[in-house]
Nanobody, 128 residues
Framework: QVQLVESGGGLVQAGGSLRLSCAASGRTDSSSAMGWFRQAPGKEREFVAHITRTSANTYYAAYADSVRGRFTISRDNAKNTVFLQMNSLKPEDTAVYYC??????????????????WGQGTQVTVSS
């Protein structure tokens, strides 16, 4: 059974930065894709970023339009951990952030259905 544990959320002022981490345990193989999604109160869960393995040592990252240029996703395969560096945060970034992992290789990294496992979420609150 895979477990994903997020950390790094909190309260920050607009313009500030946070770094989220997501550690995967329970499997020794590297995931095909890892992603970050977020969900604000009353809204659907939305895609934020993903990083997907395209070959043995090559990865592709993509971002939602709303965060491109401000957020950076990265992964440490040795530690089975994915990070989300969030800079220039805005109040509209306030949400619960979830990490997700795909070990099958569905190649659907921008939708929730593309992932097998989810973390419990970490709250990010950006004050104006």
């Amino acid at each position: 059974q895979v477990q994903l544990v997020e950390s790094g959320g909190g309260l920050v002022q607009a313009g500030g930065s946070l770094r989220l981490s997501c550690a995967a345990s329970g499997r020794t193989d590297s995931s095909s894709a890892m992603g970050w999604f977020r969900q604000a109160p009353g809204k659907e869960r939305e895609f934020v970023a993903h990083i997907t393995r395209t070959s043995a040592n090559t990865y592709y990252a993509a971002y939602a339009d709303s965060v491109r240029g401000r957020f950076t996703i990265s992964r440490d395969n040795a530690k089975n951990t994915v990070f989300l560096q969030m800079n220039s945060l805005k109040p509209e970034d306030t949400a619960v952030y979830y990490c997700a992992a795909d070990f099958v290789g569905r190649w659907l990294p921008k939708v929730p259905a593309g992932y097998d496992y989810w973390g419990q979420g970490t709250q990010v609150t950006v004050s104006s």
